[in-house]
């Protein structure tokens, strides 16, 4: 399983940036997906996350509003879309996949068992 984020970058404050996974090595339609974010020091944390159906989604609370997930079977991509970022929004961002197909919510309580190289979004003042 091989999952390949790309699309990070340095933006000014309110400004917007998307970011891509790549999935390859599963079945992508039938499995949920879920960007974290990590900065130097502290723990990886959900940012957001999607069920396989797409019906489900999750957002941690100083995104909802800002933060869009998405997906795209025809290429089986996921994608985050960031919108109004914040300097607090600075890290690495890595997406994942859950370990189990068709699991119904998406979320933090969902176990996830592979991860992407990450991407480096910075956001100045």
């Known amino acids: 399983v091989q999952l390949q984020a790309y699309g990070g970058g340095l933006v000014q404050a309110g400004g917007s940036l998307r970011l891509s996974c790549a999935v390859s090595?599963?079945?992508?339609?039938?499995?949920?997906f879920g960007w974290f974010r990590q900065v130097p020091g502290k723990e990886r944390d959900i940012v957001a996350a999607?069920?396989?159906?797409?019906?489900?989604?999750y957002y941690v609370d100083s995104v909802k509003g800002r933060f869009t997930i998405s997906r795209d079977n025809d290429f089986s991509t996921v994608y985050l879309q960031m919108n109004n970022l914040r300097p607090e929004d600075t890290a690495i961002y890595y997406c994942?996949?859950?370990?189990?197909?068709?699991?119904?919510?998406?979320?933090?309580?969902?176990?996830?068992?592979?991860w992407g190289q990450g991407t480096q979004v910075t956001v100045s003042s």
């Open positions: 994942a996949i859950e370990k189990e197909p068709d699991y119904v919510c998406a979320g933090p309580q969902s176990p996830y068992d592979y």
């Open positions: 090595g599963r079945p992508f339609g039938s499995f949920g």
């Open positions: 999607i069920s396989w159906s797409g019906g489900s989604t």
